[in-house]
């Protein structure tokens, strides 16, 4: 079948690679001081316009009691005495949080409406509760004559303050919860995928017959906190994204975002359900029945690239799968303790939930489960490097695999012995993932996976896998909000097994490369568009499969 459109599509990763590496420079502007446009021919003008200039409609601190408060406010500057003026006979000056004074900046006529209000209700005050004279003739006239004069912008401003005041009354009345905040994102995929099946398909049946297809996913997130500091975490999801690893032939080609699992097309189901809750200072603790996976509760350093709804979108680029994928939707608990801003340890426990609650199975007896610990390093704000070490095991036919969907299907059942029978396995994991923030436009990271794969019911074989990966993330790539992306990797292969099928151990005699680009570009706040592509080389690492390309183009919706 011929596609012409795409064929020429297929041209396009070679240009974005090059754009990727191009980014356009930015011109930085000088600094300039500027002077406020309202000029006051009376002597206290510099002090009101310094009231004003601090009591804006901005938020900040209570007011001062001493001038020496302000941190970029000296006994040599034109304003000081001014300023030590007004905060001892009125008490109406306030400075940021950071203790600045910030004078120097430009003022609008309502800020200076606001400023005058603040500071004429504190005038009131102390005229009020006190019979000292703590204001002169003059200084009243002032006050009398910028209040008439600047009487049109405080009536307005003090008419805002009512119609929020209003509007706040109504959202409160209104509102979802109390306690529950509701955001929701949808995504719209086309896509298509090109090349010959692979993978020990019949020699007539190998022609690439996929179309182009539009599918999509949805997900409703209620995000409660109870205490402010907790949260629990129920997400609902409906999606009709194919498998691609059925029309291709291997599942090296699968979208993150597939629709995997037992549940029908566009069905609505609970895809997380946990609590996270903080211990004291430096610990957190995560526990729930629905998908507490190991990357819920451990940073995987690949934040940039590894999102599916704004960096690649394929299953491998995501993350090291051997570490955080575990096979299943997992039930159990999680805890991260933070002993400084420098190192961080996680530790994690999640069982297979569709048997987590079978009373025969349960979190602890034959039912699939896994255990994570991983030591995050963080020498600078720049640079963090992970230490992963996840256990697994998976009952004989437990339908589960060891690499989460990804790699060769030697990888993912190094001990099949057919269509049928697959034995129990258990599995040393090992990782070691990093992410360099080279600068502020460019990040630099990886991982490198290591598997000891071990048969329990059967026999007494042994099997190695690895992968591994390099990824390049271009945040704010020709425009700010923009991201571009490059991963390039090798997906799980196993390199030695000792288990034989018909005289024929199940290794990789070949390697596939994953290359895969991308560029998001931010429509606004809510929505972006991102096309995608990547190729698998060798798919399966077996040579004799041609190479596999898949292209798609998501928009993805945020509210």
């Given amino acids: 079948m011929k596609k012409p459109i795409w064929s020429l599509l297929l041209t396009l990763p070679i240009f974005l690679g090059i754009l990727l590496f191009i980014d356009s420079k930015k011109t930085i502007a000088n600094e300039k001081e500027t002077v406020s446009s309202i000029h006051l021919k009376i002597a206290s003008s510099k002090e009101i316009t310094q009231i004003v200039a601090q009591n804006t409609l901005e938020t900040k601190e209570s007011a001062i009691t001493s001038v020496s408060q302000l941190s970029d406010i000296q006994p040599s500057d034109w304003a000081f005495q001014a300023l030590q003026s007004l905060v001892e006979r009125y008490g109406c000056i306030v400075g940021y949080p950071d203790s600045q004074y910030r004078g120097n900046r430009p003022l609008t006529r309502y800020e200076f409406a606001a400023g005058l209000s603040a500071c004429l209700d504190q005038v009131t005050k102390l005229i009020a509760s006190s019979t000292a004279n703590i204001a002169t003739k003059e200084d009243l006239a002032t006050l009398e004559r910028l209040t008439e004069e600047f009487r049109p ?152 690239n590894g999102n599916p709804a704004q960096g690649g979108i394929s299953r491998f680029g995501q993350f090291n799968p051997t570490v955080y994928r575990p096979g299943f939707d997992g039930a159990g608990a999680a805890v991260a303790y933070k002993f400084n801003n420098k190192l961080q340890l996680n530790l994690s426990y999640i069982a297979d939930n569709f048997q987590a609650n079978q009373p025969d199975k349960g979190l602890f007896n034959d ?129 030695s097994n000792s288990f034989q099928v018909a005289g024929q151990k199940r290794e990789d005699k070949d390697t596939s490369l994953h290359i895969e680009t991308f560029y998001r570009f931010r429509v606004n706040d809510n929505i972006s568009v991102t096309p995608i592509f990547y190729l698998i080389t060798t798919p399966e690492h077996n040579a004799t499969n041609d190479l596999i390309w898949v292209g798609a183009l998501r928009t993805t919706f945020n509210f």
């Fill in 367 to 495: 039912s699939s489960q896994a255990a994570l610990a991983q030591l995050t390093f963080s020498p600078s704000k720049q640079f963090d490097l992970g230490l992963t070490y996840t256990r697994k095991y998976f009952p004989t036919n437990s339908g589960n695999n060891l690499t989460g969907g990804t790699g060769s299907s030697f990888a993912r059942d190094p001990f099949r012995l057919n269509s049928t029978t697959v034995y129990a396995t258990t599995s040393d994991n090992f990782g070691l993932q990093f992410n360099w923030k080279t600068s502020s436009k460019f990040h630099l990271g990886g991982w490198f996976g290591y598997t000891l794969a071990h048969q329990e019911v059967g026999g007494n074989n042994d099997a190695t896998i690895i992968n591994g990966a390099l990824t390049l993330s271009f945040p704010d790539l020709f425009k700010q909000g923009n991201v571009g992306g490059i991963t390039v990797g090798v997906p799980p292969k196993v390199t």
């Fill in 153 to 304: 912008e405080i009536a307005q401003l003090r008419g805002r303050l009512d119609s929020l005041e209003a509007r706040a009354a109504e959202i409160e009345a209104n509102q979802f919860s109390t306690t529950t905040k509701l955001t929701g994102e949808v995504i719209f995929l086309a896509a298509d995928t090109f090349g010959d099946r692979a993978n020990n398909t019949p020699a007539n049946d190998t022609k690439d017959d996929t179309n182009t297809f539009l599918s999509y996913q949805a997900r409703l997130n209620l995000q409660t906190s109870f205490t402010g500091k907790d949260q629990l975490i129920t997400t609902l999801t409906a999606n009709n994204i194919p498998v691609l690893a059925s029309s291709t032939g291997t599942h090296m080609t699968r979208f993150s975002v597939d629709k995997s699992g037992p549940y029908a097309d566009g069905s609505l189901y609970i895809a997380s359900l946990f609590y996270r809750f903080p211990v004291g200072k430096n610990a957190t603790v995560w526990i729930g029945p629905r998908t507490v996976n190991f990357p819920a509760t451990t940073p995987t350093l690949n934040a940039l």
